[in-house]
């Protein structure tokens, strides 16, 4: 079997176990979890509490976020946009890896991409099924990923950090595992600062002159100001 007839066949089994996987009747969306927005979004909007039980759901996250969902109950019901955050969010996720694998290598993004589906599939099949909506605070958490240092001569307000920082508390509002980021986040801030400070020696000769004893003799002294 030569490459050509290999990836054909693998293709024709692969896309075979996404059907079955996402399209039979067993595994078609019942939009649980989505209905337990909804339901908190109805009650906000009518003033009314959003953490009272109702069956075996219930809403557990921030009223802010309760408050979001009453908007869209305004319009129309909740099986159009039921729908409508279905297919957003298999789009999305699908979208989303693709970028993902071409940022890491272009090279190999699509075969990057062909696994990150695989690995991924039994997860975006239940973010469908159960119309969760674990996507949108990922997005809100990229842009601290790719943010990249800001230039040491930029001494105005940074206004871009700023909605980075709001965007990055709107995901943790929405789902607590947007905390989960933050100690990667955190080093990778710490080596964009040490790698601003490093290209500006203005700002390396401040260190190192704040960092000379007061008590150390003229030839120190005198070393240290070089």
């Not at 293709?11 to 399209?23: D, Q, S």
């Not at 789009?91 to 940022?103: C, D, E, P, S, T």
Request: aromatic fraction near 16%; include cysteine; charge should be positive.
């Amino acid at each position: 079997m030569n490459k050509r007839t290999w990836i054909a066949a693998s293709g024709a089994v692969a896309i075979a176990a996404w059907l079955r996987l996402f399209l039979s009747h067993a595994e078609r969306p019942n939009f649980t979890d989505f209905s337990v927005y909804w339901v908190a979004g109805t009650k906000a909007a009518q003033h009314l509490t959003v953490y009272d039980v109702e069956g075996h759901y219930q809403f557990k996250y921030s009223p802010f976020i309760a408050l979001l969902w009453s908007l869209p109950t305004m319009f129309r019901s909740d099986y159009l946009w039921s729908r409508l955050h279905y297919i957003a969010t298999g789009i999305g996720w699908y979208v989303l890896l693709f970028w993902l694998a071409r940022k890491i290598d272009r090279a190999r993004a699509v075969w990057l991409w062909v696994a990150a589906c695989v690995v991924f599939s039994v997860a975006i099949r239940d973010e469908l099924k159960l119309g969760q909506v674990n996507l949108w605070p990922f997005l809100l958490v990229l842009p601290t990923w790719f943010a990249g240092r800001r230039s040491a001569q930029d001494r105005g307000f940074d206004w871009r950090g700023l909605w980075i920082g709001a965007a990055w508390g709107f995901a943790i509002q929405w789902k607590l595992y947007a905390l989960i980021l933050a100690p990667d986040t955190s080093r990778f801030v710490m080596r964009s600062r040490t790698s601003t400070r490093r290209s500006n020696p203005r700002s390396s000769s401040t260190v190192s002159g704040a960092s000379c004893p007061a008590s150390s003799t003229s030839g120190t002294r005198r070393s240290c100001a070089r």
